[in-house]
């Protein structure tokens, strides 16, 4: 079972980033998966996430609303978020997961977004 991250990378305020997760060792299009950002002194958040049925959704934090846009790909296993629009506070590091049964974290990948 394994989630590896990438896509991150430095970037100025107003740019935009396309983040990917490949997921191996499980079905993948059987689960909801998101994206988390960890930030020093803040812990791992919740930035985004998206079902797996039919018809289900996406959620978002408030803080990326209207900015981020996740996307999954069941048949190459593959979760995307589409940053756009970037500002500092988004720097971190992203992870994906399970939200609703986690298993192992990956490496993650940063985006440092410059003012």
């Known amino acids: 079972v394994q989630l590896v991250e990438s896509g991150g990378a430095l970037v100025q305020s107003g740019g935009s980033l396309r983040l990917s997760c490949v997921a191996s060792?499980?079905?993948?299009?059987?689960?909801?998966l998101g994206w988390f950002r960890q930030t020093p002194g803040k812990g791992r958040e919740l930035v985004a996430s998206?079902?797996?049925?039919?018809?289900?959704?996406?959620n978002y934090a408030r803080s990326v609303r209207a900015r981020f846009t996740v996307s999954r790909d069941d048949n190459k296993n593959t979760l995307y978020l589409q940053m756009n629009n970037l500002k500092p506070e988004d720097t971190g590091v992203y992870y994906c997961?399970?939200?609703?049964?986690?298993?192992?974290w990956g490496q993650g990948t940063q985006v440092t977004v410059s003012s």
């Open positions: 998206i079902g797996f049925r039919p018809g289900d959704g996406a």
């Open positions: 997961n399970r939200p609703n049964s986690y298993i192992g």
């Open positions: 060792g499980f079905t993948s299009s059987t689960y909801t």
